[in-house]
């Protein structure tokens, strides 16, 4: 089933739950044409991307991460920043490969070029009626581990992982930011922006209330505070480091 453009993109939602068949051999080969011709800085492409259907490596990685969709999806996608290959390609031209992975833009990237990487699968995977979901904490659980598991060489660091399947459940739209908070005309800022922010807050309490599964009371502003005081532990700095980003400017 090929969806439009326009049910691609505004149909997206993040399946959990996926079917035990396989994914034809066609859609997997539109899915990697899709990565291989995502735009990226320079035409660069520092990225690289590590395809998964070995079942005992993808439970391996579901024990690390504690997330079910690396064992029951049928195709997991790891995204990376990767500045190994064209440090390989400069040796072998005998040319010096300048430190460009050690500022910041260089970690911007490779981010981005690997972010680019996945929304291009995503928007493939899901045109052929596949489900797809990300999966954004195997970049920060144990960084060490899913390295070695991996066998990244430095220069390379893990970015976003994707969950690929047929899907077995269609769940609720989560509510978005209305689209005055998301796209601002000319100049950043919307008039009473605090007042539009704490209308989606109770609009996503509202939604958590009434979902059909996992009920809550949560909102959206005590939600993403607590995730970003669980992200205050991750020590992503040193995992960089160790990966051949020794950031300096």
Known sequence: MNKTVEQTLLD???????????????????????????????????FSVIE????????????LVRQKQFKTSNRVFVF????????????????????FNDTADGLIVGTVDAALAMMSAIAAAESHGLGTCPIGYARTVDPAAISELLGLPQGVYLVCALAVGVPREVPQMKP?????????????????????????????????????????????ISEMLGYYREGMDYQMLDALHKRGYALKK
């Open 176 to 220: 978005k930011q209305p689209r005055e908070l998301v796209i601002f005309r000319e100049k950043y800022g919307v008039d009473n922006m605090a007042e539009r922010l704490l209308d989606y807050d109770r609009t996503i309490r509202e939604y958590h209330l009434h979902r059909e599964t996992n009920a809550s009371d949560a909102d959206w």
């Open 52 to 63: 998964i259907a070995d079942q005992t490596l993808k439970e391996q990685l579901a024990e």
């Open 80 to 99: 990376l920043s990767d500045f190994n290959k064209i440090s390989v390609a400069a040796r072998a031209k005998g040319l010096e490969m300048p430190p």
């Open 12 to 46: 997206r939602r993040s399946i959990r739950r996926y079917e035990r068949e396989a994914i034809p051999e066609a859609d997997l080969d539109f899915i990697r044409e899709a990565i291989r011709n995502t735009p990226t800085s320079y035409n660069g492409q520092q």
